[in-house]
């Protein structure tokens, strides 16, 4: 069974950056993805990107600010996040799938998680 750490959380003022990292136990041709979690709010699809990183998929919020990639030699997905914004505080998970392509943006998709880790972005 995969398993994935999430580094990287913290707390950032608004319109600064961000990098977090997710490191997984073994690393294939899965797709990886990022969710997110504000408190009282459900869990949200953030970026995907595929095995070889030729395909990668944003939600609408975080377009043109986030940015996905992997680098398999290291068994690692990256999210930088610039221009943070309050919005963005949430607490951000790293998830993974055998089957799913970047384009599915449900969580059912993935069927493994990290642990998250905590972003808060102060106003």
């Known amino acids: 069974q995969v398993q994935l750490v999430e580094f990287g959380g913290g707390l950032e003022q608004t319109g600064g950056s961000l990098k977090l990292s997710c490191v997984a136990s073994?690393?294939?041709?899965?797709?990886m993805a990022w969710f997110r979690q504000a408190p009282g709010k459900e869990r949200e699809f953030v970026a995907a990107?595929?095995?070889?990183?030729?395909?990668?998929n944003y939600a609408s919020a975080v377009k043109s600010r986030f940015t996905i990639s992997r680098d398999n030699n290291k068994n690692t997905v990256y999210l930088q996040m610039n221009s943070l914004e309050p919005e963005d505080t949430a607490v951000y998970y790293c998830?993974?799938?055998?089957?799913?392509?970047?384009?599915?943006?449900?969580?059912?998709?993935?069927?493994?998680w990290g642990q998250g880790t905590q972003v808060t972005v102060s106003s």
């Open positions: 073994t690393f294939s041709s899965y797709t």
């Open positions: 998830a993974t799938s055998a089957w799913a392509t970047p384009q599915l943006i449900n969580t059912g998709s993935y069927s493994i």
């Open positions: 990107i595929n095995w070889n990183g030729g395909n990668t």
